[in-house]
């Protein structure tokens, strides 16, 4: 069991590969802020509502110096798909074997009817140009949530 991340900590370094054959990387966001958010599957009703407002919201996020970066467990041409037919205008980042979704301890057990299993908890990371945790929003419900994100990285641009 790994300690739980907390804001001030170092963010974990990660590369993981995005649609279209790409890659992302902790490195590549250095000296801009990265809103870092993890959802449990492609193409399901919250995930998609998520993934669409934070599209939405990518050209709010950048004029405030951040970059937005969903992260699942789905495949890299998973990933492509969803963003095709939603036309997503954020990164998706593939995690197949679940080693960053663990490390930022997004990967918990959850129940659903009785019935006790392991899933990824929907949770975003808020990390500061200097690769450090600013805030974590854990159990994460959608409606509302994105705009709250927004509003902590222009709180954190004053800062």
């Known amino acids: 069991m790994t300690t739980e991340l907390q804001p001030g900590d170092k963010a974990p370094d990660f590369d993981l590969e995005t649609g279209g054959g790409g890659r992302a990387r902790l490195g590549d966001f250095a000296g801009k802020s990265l809103v870092l958010y993890f959802y449990p599957k492609d193409d399901t009703p919250g995930c998609t509502t998520e993934a669409q407002g934070f599209s939405a919201a990518a050209g709010d996020f950048a004029k405030a110096g951040a970059a937005v970066l969903g992260v699942s467990k789905d ?3 998973k990933h492509e798909r969803f963003a095709a037919k939603y036309e997503l ?3 998706l980042g593939s995690d197949p074997e ?3 979704i663990e490390r930022c301890g997004a990967w918990v057990e959850k ?3 009785g019935r006790k299993y392991m899933g ?3 949770s975003t990371f808020l990390i500061g140009p200097d690769g450090r945790i600013v805030r974590i929003w854990r159990k994460v419900k959608v409606p509302g949530h994105v705009q709250a994100v927004l ?3 222009l709180e954190a641009a004053k800062g």
Do not use: F, Q
């Open 120 to 122: 990824i908890d929907r």
């Open 75 to 77: 495949t890299a041409k």
């Open 98 to 100: 679940g080693e960053m």
């Open 89 to 91: 205008a954020i990164p």
């Open 111 to 113: 129940s659903l009817y």
């Open 151 to 153: 509003e902590a990285v």
